[in-house]
T-cell receptor, first 116, second 114 residues
């Protein structure tokens, strides 16, 4: 069990640039979640995939944000035309499906974005 | 998701038990009570969950009130490594749709004194 892997761990960019984060979930997990966390706050849900299908998006996910999971394995989160308010930790989590499981979410260590 | 209320912070001494409270007066019959914790500079990690009965695992115990309107996470012997933010979350695993994910509040910042 290699856990959920996120890359890069840290990203510093200038306002207006595009950034992309990658998440590799635990291999047998078909559900994948993206969260955003700002300082002093709990993580906020952004979007969710079941296999390759993006099933839900939060209102926090503006048009500048796009997430994909093309083959139902790894996922990418792209932020276009970054703004200083996008500075946050972006967390990815994965889980197994269905009842009978704990429904436990396994989180990666996050990708910290700083927009200058 | 139903809301939970937790103290902003708590302090305890190393090697003593810690009782972290959570109020969830609007809990529904199909809401499970989940606890996660987040150590500094890490993503959240699952601690324990329960529905009605008290639960124990290697990390902690979960005591659930008879009316389910409150619960307490118990760390039996806190260590410095238990210093983290602890989140109490209600999760309806029978929602049948949507993200079936977690809605985090601000949690309780647990400080452990050596």
């Amino acid at each position: 069990d290699t856990g959920v892997s996120q890359n890069p761990r840290h990203k510093i960019t200038k306002r207006g640039q595009n950034v992309t984060f990658r998440c590799d979930p635990i291999s047998e997990h078909n559900r994948l979640y993206w969260y955003r966390q700002t300082l002093g706050q709990g993580p906020e849900f952004l979007t969710y995939f079941q296999n390759e299908a993006q099933l839900e998006k939060s209102r926090l996910l503006s048009d500048r944000f796009s997430a994909e999971r093309p083959k139902g394995s790894f996922s990418t989160l792209e932020i276009q035309r970054t703004e200083q308010g996008d500075s946050a930790m972006y967390l990815c989590a994965s889980s197994r499906p269905g009842r009978g499981h704990t429904g436990e979410l396994f989180f990666g260590e996050g990708s910290r974005l700083t927009v200058l | 998701d139903a809301k939970t209320t937790q103290p902003n912070s708590m302090e305890s001494n190393e090697e003593e038990p810690v009782h972290l409270p959570c109020n969830h007066s609007t809990i529904s019959g199909t809401d499970y009570i989940h606890w996660y914790r987040q150590l500094p500079s890490q993503g959240p990690e699952y601690v324990i969950h329960g529905l009605t009965s008290n639960v124990n695992n290697r990390m902690a115990s979960l005591a659930i009130a008879e009316d389910r309107k409150s619960s307490t996470l118990i760390l039996h012997r806190a260590t410095l490594r238990d210093a983290a933010v602890y989140y109490c979350i209600l999760r309806d695993l029978n929602s049948g749709g949507g993200a079936d994910g977690l809605t985090f509040g601000k949690g309780t910042h647990l400080i452990i004194q050596p």
